[in-house]
């Protein structure tokens, strides 16, 4: 059974590592993490999964899972309960390497989709990704201070942080497909996962719709499939890079998540009317 939402943070902070590896290992709380620098690999129920900078990271309670920083990264993260539970006190984040959590049920979280029915992916996107990100780094500096009235403060973000990642996946009357604000966080998804490959199947399991309602309701928001949509964006953002920086062709393609330079030239001129490099050429800054 779940108690109310009532978020307890258990341990917070901004880990700076070199080459770190986490033994398998199953957590009774909730851990959120940010990648501020580097990558991190993150292994959950034997699915594998590849973090770059500015993105999240949710590990559930029960969830076996690996965590590796293959070189430097800074990770800040925060270790909570969500639910309310009479023992919180008592509890503990579990080490490296403990698998068998057998015995400890009086601290053991309930997992958000048991819970309340809300489905949250290992790497999930906050509806408004700067302001999540600013909050997490603003309840773990609080949190780590330790003070009467902080106390306070770090449980009102973290509930904050909370009702943030819920509002990001829910589908309810707030979130309703007939609401225009519906599918506003699909554009900040998209420019944050230019360079992956983004598939409509991708998009639509994040909105929890079949790939072709999905694409209807997106035409619909903003009058345009998917795919188009994307592919624009992709282009404007190598515009970008052409404009204001002295990357190579090959560079920026891959930024843009373009399979290679060939597709990505192509691309460029039937969309923009000119080839990469002559707009690179026509586009200079001033000096």
Same mark, same amino acid.
């Given at each position: ?142 949190? @780590? ?8 403060? =770090?449980?009102? *973000?973290?509930? +904050?942080?909370? &009702? $943030? #990642? ?12 007939? @609401? ?8 900040? =998804?998209?420019? *944050?996962?230019? +360079?992956?490959? &983004? $598939? #409509? ?31 624009? &964006? ?54």
């Amino acid at each position: 059974m779940r108690g109310p939402i009532v978020p307890y943070v258990r341990d917070a902070s901004f880990p700076v590592r070199t080459a770190w590896f986490t033994a398998p290992r199953r957590l009774l709380d909730y851990l959120l993490m940010y990648v501020q620098e580097g990558e991190m690999i993150a292994r959950v129920e034997g699915r594998r999964h590849r973090f770059r900078a500015g993105d999240f990271c949710l590990i559930q309670p029960g969830e076996l899972h690996t965590l590796e920083g293959p070189a430097h990264t800074i990770t800040p993260y925060v270790h909570l309960d969500v639910f309310y539970n009479p023992a919180r006190e008592r509890s503990f984040v579990v080490g490296s390497g403990r698998v068998d959590i057998s015995g400890l049920e009086e601290f053991m979280q309930p997992r958000l989709d048991q819970a309340v029915g809300v489905v949250i992916p290992t790497r999930f996107v906050p509806l408004s990704p700067a302001q999540f990100r600013d909050t997490m780094l603003k309840t773990i500096g609080i949190w @780590q201070r330790r003070d009467f009235l902080g106390q306070l403060e =770090f449980h009102y *973000l973290a509930t +904050s942080l909370v &009702l $943030s #990642v819920l509002q990001s996946y829910s589908r309810g009357s707030s979130d309703s497909l007939d @609401q225009p604000e519906f599918l506003n966080w699909i554009t900040s =998804f998209m420019s *944050l996962h230019l +360079s992956e490959p &983004l $598939s #409509v199947s991708d998009m639509a399991a994040r909105a929890g719709l079949s790939a072709s309602r999905f694409s209807q309701v997106f035409r619909n928001r903003f009058g345009r499939p998917p795919h188009q949509f994307l592919l624009h &964006l992709r282009i404007q953002r190598a515009q970008d890079l052409l404009h204001h920086t002295s990357l190579t062709m090959r560079e920026i393609s891959d930024q843009c998540g373009f399979s290679d330079v060939h597709h990505f030239a192509k691309t460029f001129k039937r969309l923009s009317g000119q080839t990469p490099g002559s707009y690179r050429c026509t586009n200079q800054p001033p000096r």
